[in-house]
């Protein structure tokens, strides 16, 4: 999207007031873990688009991956089914699926059509200037993005994110109708060992510090989930 971009066209204008915003960058400097949620966050006919789209229109595939000592970033991604299989159960990282593209059926979707528009829509320098102010962070000026989806098994374990320059981590929850008894819920510790649990709530937005010395992991999306998906856009601002 061009310079022109009016944050009130994606994001419900009580989150752009300054006492919230204020209030915000309060709460997530003040957290332990540097944490912070944010409810109701998008427009609702644009949290309803993309929720459609990553539900019924997107393509997923899944994806693995192993703890490694052997190389840089202690894991290794992209391993094969059967690769992960044999790998003893502490050594699995993670399964889960990545957005691969778009059902042939729905090219022109109206739906489409806005999550195409959501991934530039954040790497706008508008949308950093939004994330800097309610983080009191210094940001770099081109995010990491991707759409991730969890069903029943799936589950991201224990790690941190700080490496390869990430600096604030951004995650945007699409499932309706998401109950705790599902699973699929992100857990910070902090450097106190203390645990801040989020649940992937509709339409709520988290964002945290990757450099509070935190370690997180997402708990198995459980079987009682049936064919849900925990549906979410995530990624990070680097570090300038």
């Known amino acids: 999207m061009s310079d ?48 459609r789209f990553l ?5 997923f595939e899944l994806a693995y991956g192993l703890y ?11 391993v094969s089914l059967t690769a992960w299989l044999e790998a003893e159960e502490e050594e699995r990282f993670y399964r889960f699926s990545d957005y691969a593209g778009v059902l042939d059926e729905f090219q022109l979707s109206s739906n489409q059509t806005v999550f195409q528009r ?44 700080d490496v390869k320059s990430k600096r604030l981590s951004f995650v945007f929850y699409f499932s309706p109708h998401w109950e705790r008894r599902f699973g699929g819920l992100l857990h910070l510790i ?14 709520s937005l988290v964002i945290f510090d990757v450099a509070a010395k935190t370690k997180h992991f997402i708990n198995p999306v459980e079987q009682c989930a049936g064919e849900r998906a925990r549906l979410t856009i995530s990624g990070w601002f680097l570090a300038p």
């Open 118 to 161: 959501f991934f530039p829509t954040l790497r706008n320098n508008k949308f950093k200037l939004f994330f800097e102010e309610i983080s009191g962070l210094e940001l770099g000026s081109t995010p990491l993005i991707n759409s991730y989806s969890y069903k029943s098994g799936d589950f991201l374990s224990h790690h941190t994110d």
């Open 55 to 59: 539900s019924h229109e997107a393509r």
């Open 4 to 51: 022109q971009l009016r944050l009130k066209d994606w994001i419900h204008s009580r989150h752009l007031q300054p006492d919230t915003i204020e209030a915000c960058r309060q709460a997530f400097i003040s957290h332990p873990a540097r944490v912070l949620v944010l409810r109701n966050f998008l427009l609702d006919s644009v949290a309803e688009k993309l929720s």
């Open 190 to 203: 902090d450097h106190n060992g203390d645990v801040t649990e989020v649940d992937p709530d509709y339409n």
């Open 68 to 78: 490694s000592k052997n190389v840089k970033d202690g894991n290794i991604s992209g």
